[in-house]
């Protein structure tokens, strides 16, 4: 399955890229309703480094992520894949192009859900619109850091 989120921030690609090379990035973009405790931060631009991940399916399955950082091309992209986790596979590409307003930022996730066929049919009930609520969150969070003149 993929999935893909793109918005328009007013500040450099350079900012953009930077935001996400902040020691406290991830920990930034965890939307409030997600029950998930960082255990270990990984460094983008470190191809291998990996960030470990504790949260809950569903609010209630205790899962641990292990994500490794596999591209980096500052300001224009990076890149991670789940080692293991909850999906039965994840890749999401952060990609950061310019634009006659900025930036775009451009999220594009290939996943499979958990739980093979049963998995794909949660999929658009309810994996897909959790994503969705996310990324919009980590979008806002982003583009407001950027956009602000007192954030460096």
Do not use: N
């Amino acid at each position: 399955m993929k999935y893909k989120k793109e918005t328009v921030i007013k500040a450099s690609p350079e900012r953009v890229f930077a935001f996400h090379q902040l020691p406290d990035a991830f920990e930034r973009l965890v939307p409030p309703f997600e029950d998930a405790k960082v255990i270990q931060k990984a460094d983008i631009s470190v191809i291998g480094s990996r960030a470990i991940i504790e949260t809950k399916i569903f609010g209630l399955i205790p899962a641990k992520w292990v994500a490794e950082h596999t591209a980096y091309d500052p300001p224009r992209y990076f890149e991670d894949i789940q080692v293991s986790g909850p999906f039965a596979s994840w890749k999401h590409g952060h990609f950061i192009d310019p634009h006659a307003e900025g930036a775009v930022l451009r999220d594009e996730i290939d996943f499979e859900p958990p739980m093979s066929f049963i998995g794909d049919l949660a999929a658009p009930l309810f994996i897909l619109p959790r994503i969705e609520k996310m990324f919009e969150y980590r979008h806002r969070m982003t583009k407001e850091w950027c956009e602000s003149e007192s954030e460096t």
